[in-house]
């Protein structure tokens, strides 16, 4: 794919925003889609503390915050609209966002607006958070079939929970357990077959022997899905080896791993081999999919993931419904 | 409301299905009121008529607990990965059978519809009760209780037992238990860390506030 080409999509799937960035990315950049660096070492001082909610203002700001927090926690039931999957934006950010090593939102917040490879330019948080819902929740599939639209109520809500999360912390810092904690590929790569030995051990009784998770009957998620119609799809951050590697070794399995300890309960290789393993399922396609697995694996994936391989007899990208 | 016919329907069919079950259903319902007669004693005794236990002595309530997850307790009990002194020789008394007839006669009881309350406990123990069961203590990486046992703490399939309805005396007891290491048949250590990381007071406020509840949500 030429620079030239890169360019136009993006200018076309991204409208006019693009032109307000400045500047556009080496094409070989946004291929590689560089990773984030990684978040400084914590301190004697510990994390970032969010407000309790306690001291939450019974006012309009009061009553924002708290429905940001809800529609967080239980995406489904305040912003389903939105949600073409099974996910909750909690599955991947634990404790409602206040976790430590478990991307937690005070950690976002003072670092926007901010500049991503992943669309080559400047994001807003209330952009970022419609990504969330483009990729991770999987909003082509929702019944809107679009994310939130911009400065919508329930973007206003969730960034007034971070903005009130992330009181007290340094604007434009990089604070200590930020993002997920990066965990180094190992010497020999992984094994997908390896990975599915320590999901069936450490992951099944709760996600499920198929990925599928667990869902009350009437459709509340109890543990989320993996793979298949329910998961995260191919556009998803978390379908990188490297990304649900760094989740997964602190904190999973959810109880035994300790993030705020930044204490793994897996080693570094059953986290890339289990991560592997779940990501080589199929799953919703990516929404920048253009009808050709193999062109959209050029464009945008050229990562650490498993998108336009062949797993178990099966190339993969072929997207679920 | 959808999940509330979905049960009725099940429960009918269940009904249906009664009479192929009947000879275990005697069985457990035997050993539960008189015991086996090879050294199993009534569960009645301690357990109630009802399964609803009791709270003062720190018996469970059984009644209305998934199945397998009641006959694995006490296959526990007889290969020690639950020490208990009380209910090793009555496990060790019952055959493969026996515990299954049992843990299904006490697994298709209905809940006592009330909650087993917490009377010694105030208010404030039960709020910081809930707010570790609903949202963790994640200062010291204790996920919210419900992340597992469900909404409400009602339970997730046979792995994840109900804590609503459940005696406080009880859940306290079993967190000292895996603090001190007398029980260890939680699977793949799901529940042992977290039960290491919270503080006496923190075990006794999550357990009031289970107790509070009851087992089932009240039709309002």
């Not at chain 1, 003072?110 to 948080?125: A, E, F, I, L, S």
């Not at chain 2, 004693?41 to 720190?58: E, F, P, R, W, Y």
């Not at chain 2, 919210?144 to 005396?169: E, I, M």
Request: charge should be neutral; hydrophobic fraction near 35%.
């Amino acid at each position: 794919m030429s620079m030239t080409s890169a360019f136009h999509r993006t200018l076309a799937g991204l409208g006019g925003l693009l032109l307000a960035a400045g500047g556009v990315q080496a094409a070989d950049d946004l291929k590689a889609q560089k990773e984030l660096a990684p978040s400084p070492e914590v301190g004697s001082t510990g994390y970032h503390q969010p407000p309790a909610l306690s001291d939450l203002p019974d006012d309009q700001f009061g009553e924002a915050v708290r429905r940001g927090r809800k529609a967080f926690i239980q995406t489904q039931k305040y912003a389903g609209k939105y949600v073409g999957n099974g996910q909750n934006c909690s599955n991947c950010h634990l404790g409602g966002g206040t976790v430590p090593n478990s991307a937690p939102l005070w950690g976002a917040w003072p670092v926007y607006p901010k500049y991503r490879g992943k669309n080559d330019h400047v994001n807003t948080m209330d952009e970022r958070i419609r990504g969330c819902f483009t990729y991770s929740m999987d909003a082509q599939d929702s019944a809107a079939g679009h994310p939130p639209p911009p400065d919508s109520q329930v973007l206003k809500d969730m960034q007034a929970y971070m903005f009130w999360m992330a009181r007290g912390a340094a604007v434009g810092k990089s604070l200590p357990g930020r993002g997920y904690k990066a965990v180094s590929k190992p010497e020999d790569g992984y094994s997908v077959a390896r990975g599915d030995k320590v999901y069936q051990d450490q992951c099944a009784i709760c996600h499920g022997d198929d990925g599928q998770g667990r869902f009350a009957d009437d459709g509340t998620q109890i543990f989320p899905a993996l793979w298949g119609p329910r998961a995260y799809n191919w556009g998803a951050g978390m379908h990188r080896v490297n990304t649900a590697a760094a989740f997964i070794k602190y904190n999973m399995p959810l109880g035994k791993a300790q993030p705020a300890a930044a204490k793994g309960a897996l080693t570094d290789q059953q986290a890339w081999d289990v991560a592997a393993f779940i990501n080589s399922h199929e799953r919703p396609q990516d929404p920048r999919f253009d009808g050709s697995i193999a062109e959209t694996a050029d464009k945008w994936h050229q990562h650490e993931c498993l998108y336009d391989s062949k797993v178990r007899g099966h190339k993969l990208g072929q997207g679920v419904n | 409301m959808a999940s509330i016919s979905a049960g009725r329907v099940l429960a009918g069919l269940g009904l249906l299905a009664l009479p192929l079950c009947a000879p275990a259903a005697d069985l457990g319902a035997t050993i539960a009121k008189q015991g086996n007669g090879e050294g199993a004693t009534a569960c009645a005794t301690c357990h109630g008529a009802d399964g609803s236990g009791q709270g003062a002595a720190g018996f469970p309530r059984l009644a209305g607990l998934p199945q397998a997850y009641l006959a694995k307790q006490l296959r526990s009990f007889g290969d020690g990965s639950r020490a208990n002194a009380t209910m090793k020789p009555i496990a060790n008394a019952l055959s493969a059978k026996e515990i299954k007839a049992v843990a299904a006669y006490y697994g298709g009881m209905e809940p006592p519809a009330k909650a087993p309350g917490a009377a010694g406990a105030s208010a404030e123990r039960k709020a910081a009760g809930e707010a570790i069961a609903k949202r963790g203590l994640w200062a010291k990486d204790v996920p919210a209780c419900t992340k597992c046992h469900g909404p409400d703490g009602r339970g997730v399939g046979d792995n994840f037992p109900p804590l609503a309805g459940q005696h406080a005396s009880y859940i306290r007891n079993q967190i000292d238990a895996w603090q001190s290491d007398k029980r260890s048949n939680d699977p793949n250590q799901l529940m042992s860390g977290v039960a290491q990381r919270l503080s006496s007071d923190e075990a006794a406020a999550v357990a009031a506030y289970f107790a509070s509840l009851p087992a089932e949500p009240t039709d309002q």
